[in-house]
């Protein structure tokens, strides 16, 4: 059995951002205190507004982080077949479980809209994102990214990594797992305690969803597809509602 990782998201050659736009915000209404249900910022000193504000929200709101891996100079990987690139397809199925979250009413927060990185390099850019998953106003942390493994372009599936130590991140990576399969019909590839930096040492429990492989025939047509993207994504909004609904 071939060991599969997400390397390009471990990458830290420097390169030049592009441009973010200074607002964007999904299309989910605002609940009645104002504070828009999905949101992102590309300056960084609204980013820290925002998240100030996402401060004032009593207790018993549910904020979520979602991490969108790669984008603008780091295109992560790349599909074999189409050269589709994993940052937009990344965000592509970002944005709609944005969009399901914010139906099930969590707060959601996103680490990017658009086509552009977090920071001007490779480091910062996963410094910053690092350091969002340490905020302690998250309940729960989730990074969207694509798998490759070129070598052998029959390998394919679902996988989840989570931090081993506490914040019951297994849990939360095994529910969301387990509904992505159910829905999708896609192999299970388990769960993973890699030490990726994005689901490092994180405050809350955090699981990063490797949602296929862009390097299999198949799975790159299918995670191209809105419609395919949507019942992935409502997979992993169930899964975490799921995991609220639990012991945990």
């Keep these: 059995q071939p060991a599969v990782t997400d390397t390009p998201a471990l990458q830290t050659e420097p390169a030049q951002t592009d441009n973010p736009p200074a607002t964007q915000t999904a299309e ?3 609940p009645s205190d104002g504070i828009p249900l999905v949101v992102t910022e590309g300056d960084m000193n609204a980013v820290m507004a925002r998240l100030e504000q996402l401060k004032t929200l009593p207790s018993d709101k ?3 982080l979602l991490d969108v891996g790669h984008g603008g100079f780091d295109p992560g990987s790349i599909g074999l077949d189409t050269g ?3 940052d937009e397809l990344n965000l592509q199925v970002a944005r709609f479980v944005a969009q399901k979250l914010g139906e099930k009413g969590y707060y959601v927060f996103m680490t990017r809209m658009g086509s552009y990185a977090v920071a001007e390099t490779k480091n910062e850019d996963m410094r910053l994102r690092k350091e ?4 302690d ?3 729960a942390a989730i990074s969207i990214h694509m798998n490759s493994y070129p070598d052998d372009r029959s ?3 679902t996988r989840l990594f989570y931090y081993k130590e506490g914040t019951k991140g297994h849990t939360l990576a095994t529910i969301i797992l387990d509904e992505i399969c159910k829905a999708t019909g896609q192999r299970n590839r388990g769960t993973n305690s890699g030490d990726l930096m994005v689901v490092r040492e994180p405050v809350a429990p955090s699981a990063l969803v490797e949602c296929g492989f862009i390097s299999n025939a198949n799975e790159e047509r299918l995670l191209a597809n809105p419609n395919y993207q949507e019942k992935l994504a409502q997979a992993v909004a169930d899964g975490v509602e799921k995991f609220f609904n639990s012991d945990n």
């Design 28 to 30: 989910t209404p605002a």
């Design 84 to 86: 589709v690139h994993e």
């Design 137 to 139: 106003i998250f309940d």
């Design 62 to 64: 549910t904020i979520i």
């Design 155 to 157: 390998v394919d599936g």
């Design 132 to 135: 969002f998953m340490k905020l």
